[in-house]
């Protein structure tokens, strides 16, 4: 039998900063595999502050997180995978334009 995952998810967005990293601290120390963590906002300082939390939160975690965030450009991308997300998680919905999904394959895998 394979092994199985639990994932916790965190909708990060309108939380506070402290908030957000007790959530996942909990999750953290209660046995959960993975966090996907994610904050759609279109406002680029709510995004700015959901990476500054993100950077915070990869050096607080033992476990890895996933991350979704409001794409614009594929700069966004690269931010959340710089901020330590294992894994970004785009949704064409969140996304200005979804040709972005093909750059972002092109340039990280």
Not at 43 to 50: L, P, Y
């Amino acid at each position: 039998m394979s092994q199985k995952k639990i994932f916790a998810y965190l909708n990060a967005q309108n939380e506070t900063k402290e908030t957000i990293l007790d959530l996942a601290g909990f999750y953290d120390g209660n046995g959960v595999d993975g966090l996907f963590i994610y904050n759609y906002s279109k406002d680029e300082k709510e995004r700015e502050e959901f990476v500054l939390t993100l950077r915070e939160l990869q050096s607080r975690m033992d476990i890895p997180f996933y991350a979704g965030c409001y794409v614009d450009r594929l700069e966004d991308v690269k931010k959340i995978y710089y901020a330590g997300a294992e894994k970004v998680v785009l949704d064409p919905e969140y996304m200005s334009d979804t040709a972005l999904v093909r750059e972002a394959i092109i340039k990280f895998g």
